[in-house]
């Protein structure tokens, strides 16, 4: 069975990441989400081991010391890690495993997997985020202002990504995903057994 | 209009490259060859503009000089270049060129146009490549034990291309290319437009 890839889809708060992961995973058996821990407290609605495994400072810390995770990162005082175990079970099982994380996990992930597949998910344009913003309508409008500021910041670090994604029409954009993940699968960095395999039967003909 | 594609296809000699590039340009009008410059003689059966532009040494040193190759490389004594008129009107007016051209060629390329596509074209295995050498029937044992012989060495540098497409069906393989080029439009390095685009208008937002 041909391993699974290890995916990272971030981008731009508003990007509508969370509603094309989920069309993703509802309309595609060989994704899965892996959950993230975190130190963060829970927000209204948020369930343990689906949004996240909410846990303290010391059992984080306990887990980071026993390479119980693959990433790790402290964003706004509060830890947020990638459990292992989870990821590396679903990889050899063939699916692809989604982390949907910030860009400072994502550039962790590639360091430790460089054959894993980073994603940054944008709307077609500034004025386009910030009215999908407005429109949730749960949010101040401080709070607003403040992910529209850190999108400038977030989108300094776009080029480290392997593919930008529309996120025009949600449809388009799944079946893109698709193209992009079957693009990625004939990349040399995913392809290194095939390569090793051919390099070596062509070592019988040199003269 | 959306810019083409400078687009190379390498691969191992007998691996169908030449068979694949006919099928492309015969199904899709929005891809074109680029012929390429030689000082190489002509064999049997090739034609003037179509196969090659066949000069002198003399004239394909002056073309170098008056900056009229986008690259060039010697091969086996004789020289081989990319006229670069032909393939800036092309890109400009929409059209992915394609450029048959060896490695040598396709890492100059690469340099220049760092949003230059790099295919590898390989058949699955090596067992295969001997088979379809052979069964060609035009060749002498001695040049397709040069081939086979040379293909270890060309594999050493497969990892520079940015995808391996397998030449196992055709049919197939044409689809591939156009998720390959598909996928390729989503990179940064060929969406620098988007991004400074975004990068700028996000910087209304800053705080």
């Known amino acids: 069975m041909e391993k699974g890839i ?22 595609e058996e060989d994704y899965v989400l892996s959950v993230s821990m975190t130190t963060r407290k829970p927000r209204e609605g948020e369930r343990e081991g689906v949004d996240y495994f909410f846990t303290d400072k010391e059992t984080f810390e306990r887990t ?22 989870y990821v590396e079970q679903q990889l050899a099982a063939g699916k692809n495993v989604i982390l949907e994380i910030e860009i400072q996990g994502a550039m962790n992930i590639k ?16 004025q386009e985020l910030e009215r999908r913003l407005k429109g949730r309508g749960t949010e101040t409008d401080e709070v607003i202002a403040g992910r529209l500021s850190r999108a400038h910041e977030e989108s ?25 993940v079957r693009a990625a699968r004939r990349e040399p960095v995913r392809m290194q057994d095939f390569i090793d395999r051919i390099r070596e039967e062509l070592k019988v003909y040199q003269k």
Chains 1, 2 share one sequence.
């Open 6 to 27: 290890l995916m990272v889809i971030s981008g731009f708060s508003g990007a509508g990441k969370g509603t094309l992961v989920k069309k993703l995973l509802a309309e």
């Open 111 to 126: 360091k430790l997997y460089p054959d894993s597949l980073l994603l940054f998910v944008t709307p077609p344009n500034a």
């Open 64 to 85: 980071i010391a026993e390479n119980g995770l693959i990433e790790h990162a402290c964003y706004v005082g509060n830890y947020y890690g990638t459990p292992r175990a």
């Open 156 to 180: 300094l670090g776009i080029d480290a990504y392997d593919y930008i994604v529309i996120n025009d029409d949600l449809d388009r954009c799944v079946e893109e995903i698709r193209t992009l």
